[in-house]
């Protein structure tokens, strides 16, 4: 099985501050790398895939990058509705392993 | 807008079984490959099982499979995840999701629904 693994695993921010999460895969994934987002209660939402491309609907101030084994999730000028924990998931090979999660906070 | 909604979750005891549903609309739900997801609670998320368009081919997650069997009717836009053999490690939310195609991400999330494993 792909290991993800992410830091940090937690995360305090200020408004308008440029944060950027870290995801690491066990072995190349090429591009086929997901960012989720997930507020309390609520089920996770698809923010980028394919490494860098945003899912319509979603705000411009997130943006990914990287190819292989690193990739980054960055958001700039965070919002108050950006609190949430964040996954990285690779869908190059099943199981469709998912990062631990970096939970975003102020 | 597409909408999935998971029922048939609940208490059950250890050993117990049950089955979930996901009833999908506003996808086309015949061509979608289709995933299941848990999340036990305060935990991260593990994905548990996919099936393939046509329910034919189905694939599953080592610490389930042999226990948990996907299914599919087509016919009536819903998929199901039946659950043997439950363990307190079972516990957690269950989602659905659908497949994007080609991309492979998973685009659309039911609400999800609870399965709490307890005597």
């Known amino acids: 099985d792909i290991q993800m693994t992410q830091s940090p695993s937690s995360l305090s921010a200020s408004v308008g501050d440029r944060v950027t999460i870290t995801c690491r895969a066990s072995q190349s994934v090429s591009t086929y790398l997901n960012w989720y987002q997930q507020k309390p209660g609520e089920a996770p939402k698809v923010l980028i895939y394919?490494?860098?491309t945003l899912q319509d609907g979603v705000p411009s101030r997130f943006s990914g990058s990287g190819s292989g084994t690193d990739f980054t999730l960055t958001i700039a000028n965070l919002q108050p509705e950006d609190c949430a924990t964040y996954y990285c998931?690779?869908?190059?090979?099943?199981?469709?392993?998912f990062g631990p999660g970096t939970k975003v906070d102020f | 807008e597409v909408q999935l909604v998971e029922s048939g979750g609940g208490l059950v005891q250890p050993g117990g079984s049950l089955r979930l549903s996901c009833a999908a609309s506003g996808v086309t739900f015949s061509s979608s490959f289709m995933h299941w997801v848990r999340q036990a609670p305060g935990k991260g998320l593990m994905w548990v099982a996919r099936?393939?368009?046509?329910?034919?081919?189905?694939t599953y997650a080592e610490s389930v499979k042999g226990r948990f069997t996907v299914s599919r009717d087509n016919a009536k836009n819903t998929l199901y995840l039946q659950m043997n053999s439950l363990g307190v490690e079972d516990t957690a939310v269950y989602y659905c999701?659908?497949?994007?195609?080609?991309?492979?991400?998973?685009?659309?999330w039911g609400q999800g629904a609870l399965v709490t494993v307890s005597s």
């Open positions: 099936i393939n368009s046509a329910g034919t081919t189905a």
């Open positions: 394919g490494a860098s």
């Open positions: 999701t659908t497949e994007a195609p080609y991309t492979l991400h998973f685009d659309n």
């Open positions: 998931q690779q869908n190059l090979r099943t199981p469709r392993t």
